[in-house]
């Protein structure tokens, strides 16, 4: 906590680009030596899709559920990444996601700049494809504009040709249309923003690249280029098909696969070039409970075919590289910059690393700038909700790192009995600490729940009488993303929960870590909890 007056003043005038420089103390892709090593984003930003405006790189990645979504990530070399934005404040339909929709919502969107203007298309599966345009990457972004609707839609990415045609070219999940493993292109109106006349399937992959989807779309030397993941989203490999004809018939290769590296199912990505030329291809990797995280590659053409990481076997199939020489983006050198991790919460607004379960509500938590604090109020538990899975006010953010360690100093101020204030690790199943009120005092307790998405109850043990409101909880995570809960009253001493906890993957993310404040009575003027700081440590 800072009461600097002169600080607060700063951050409030500055918030959006102090919330960017951040350099992780778990986790820093630049090697300092003009070298990077793979992961270059060690976080679940996943399906991203990333373009070059100028001297400046813009990455977004699918968000879901997680509200605010669609984050956008900035480079100005490809390898340091800072959070900057989000691009949706409100996921359409307002109210249906005003409820946790684990696993749906945003999937794999794609960016574009066109006409001095950037362009998000994303899929809701459930609903159709979204378009949602900006003059300004920090926004304001316009409202959603549904350009196509439909269930199963996925996956879009746009193509503005060089006779003026607009196309737009997408998936389909079986999920929810029925059928899968194809990739369809339709034409857009000029103005990009309604699907026009019928769709023609490009290319069925049922033969050779089963579950192929996430299609990018490019034109380069007369071919168009269909750029896509198949093979699933842990296994899978990159194809590429081809074709002087927008509509086809298209040749395909296969660039880009994990071979003898460790770096499973490389795929799912995009095609960017630097300001001298040079070719990089983003993609992810599927890695469990730590999420999609993204890997950079070099990239090549050869004999009018993108050539991805190295061919290791010398089977003309590249494979992920580890270690590289960063990209040539003039003669300039850029700090390092990571996803923002750790927050002070000294400033008007949390951090941009911070999602909620659902579209948020104003009253569940407040910068109070004057102390320094987050301020989460207890918030009355849906009469639906069975376990933290099914609640919209909790307050995540990723994994940043194999290992690392996070650790939050608060205070607890309830009311009544009932109010529950607790630091959690959640995914299909969850586990947390936690302080709640009863009617002899405020006691800690250790929770868990297995296969929480299936409805499993949550089991709790209880562990102390806390006297005082001032508490510290940490928890470690070791490789493997075991998780191990402890606290103190003092800052320096901490008691471990002496279970611990695997973390699982959340339904299409990687496990996430942060907050929940609730009650269980109806008041009309709850108790709350005030976070000071959490911070990502070794």
């Known amino acids: 906590m800072k009461n600097n007056v002169a600080a607060v003043i700063i951050t409030l005038l500055f918030a959006p680009w102090l919330h960017a420089q951040t350099v992780s103390k778990v986790w820093v892709a630049d090697n300092g030596d003009g070298t990077y090593k793979n992961p270059v984003i060690n976080a679940d930003y996943s399906d991203p899709d990333a373009i070059r405006v100028g001297d400046d790189f813009y990455l977004v990645s699918s968000s879901f559920n997680n509200m605010p979504g669609l984050p956008i990530l900035h480079s100005k070399d490809l390898v340091n990444w800072s959070i900057i934005g989000h691009a949706l404040t409100l996921q359409p339909p307002a109210d249906h996601f005003s409820k946790v929709q684990h696993g749906n919502g945003v999937w794999a969107p794609s960016i574009r700049y066109h006409n001095n203007e950037f362009y998000i298309y994303y899929p809701d599966p459930d609903f159709g494809i979204y378009l949602i345009k900006a003059k300004n990457i920090l926004g304001p972004w316009s409202e959603p504009v549904m350009v196509q609707a439909g269930k199963g839609l996925?996956?879009?990415?746009?193509?503005?040709?060089?006779d003026g045609k607009v196309y737009l070219v997408h998936a389909l999940a079986g999920s929810r249309a029925?059928?899968?493993?194809?990739?369809?292109?339709?034409?857009?109106?000029?103005?990009?923003d309604k699907v026009i006349g019928d769709g023609v399937l490009i290319y069925d992959g049922h033969e050779l690249d089963a579950t192929i989807e996430g299609p990018?779309?490019?034109?380069?030397?007369?071919?168009?280029?269909?750029?896509?993941?198949?093979g699933g989203v842990g296994t899978g490999w990159q194809t590429i098909l081809r074709?002087?004809?927008?509509?086809?018939?298209?040749?395909?290769?296969v660039v880009l696969e994990q071979g003898t590296t460790t770096v499973n199912g490389p795929h799912q990505g995009a095609w960017v070039q630097t300001q001298t030329g040079e070719d990089w291809f983003l993609h992810f990797q599927d890695k469990d409970a730590y999420g999609r995280v993204v890997h950079l590659e070099p990239m090549k053409w050869v004999n009018d075919w993108p050539v991805m990481g190295e061919d290791n076997n010398a089977n003309g199939i590249g494979e992920p590289v580890m270690t590289y020489k960063k990209p040539n983006v003039g003669n300039k050198k850029y700090p390092i910059a990571t996803p923002a991790e750790s927050d002070e919460f000294n400033g008007s607004k949390i951090g941009l690393q911070w999602q909620w379960q659902a579209n948020d509500k104003l009253n569940w938590a407040y910068c109070y700038t004057l102390k320094g604090v987050l301020r989460m109020n207890s918030v009355l538990r849906p009469d639906s909700a069975k376990s933290l899975w099914d609640i919209p006010n909790v307050l995540t953010q990723k994994f940043p790192a194999e290992e690392f360690t996070a650790t939050a100093k608060f205070t607890f101020n309830p009311k009544t009995n009932g109010e529950k204030f607790g630091l959690a690790v959640l995914g299909l199943s969850y586990a947390d600490i936690a302080v709640s009120k009863k009617a002899d005092g405020i006691y800690l307790s250790y929770a868990k729940c297995i296969d929480a998405e299936h409805g499993k109850p949550e089991t709790e043990t209880e562990i102390t009488k806390i006297n005082g409101t001032e508490l510290y909880f940490r928890l470690k995570?070791?490789?493997?993303?075991?998780?191990?809960?402890?606290?103190?009253?003092?800052?320096?001493?901490?008691?471990?929960?002496?279970?611990?906890?695997?973390?699982?993957?959340?339904?299409?993310?990687?496990a996430t870590m942060g907050f929940f404040c609730t009650r269980t009575q109806v008041i009309n003027d709850a108790g709350f909890a005030e976070v000071d700081w959490f911070r990502v440590e070794q």
């Not at 029925?178 to 990009?192: I, Y």
């Not at 103190?488 to 993957?505: I, L, N, Q, R, Y």
Request: net charge positive; proline share 7%; hydrophobic share 35%.
């Open 216 to 230: 990018k779309i490019y034109k380069r030397n007369g071919y168009y280029y269909v750029f896509a993941p198949a």
């Open 178 to 192: 029925g059928f899968k493993s194809v990739v369809l292109m339709k034409e857009l109106n000029a103005a990009g």
């Open 243 to 253: 074709s002087k004809n927008i509509y086809g018939p298209y040749e395909r290769k």
């Open 154 to 162: 996925i996956d879009p990415c746009p193509l503005w040709d060089t």
């Open 477 to 510: 995570v070791t490789k493997g993303a075991i998780c191990t809960f402890s606290y103190s009253t003092d800052g320096k001493v901490f008691t471990d929960v002496p279970e611990t906890f695997k973390a699982t993957p959340g339904k299409w993310i990687g």
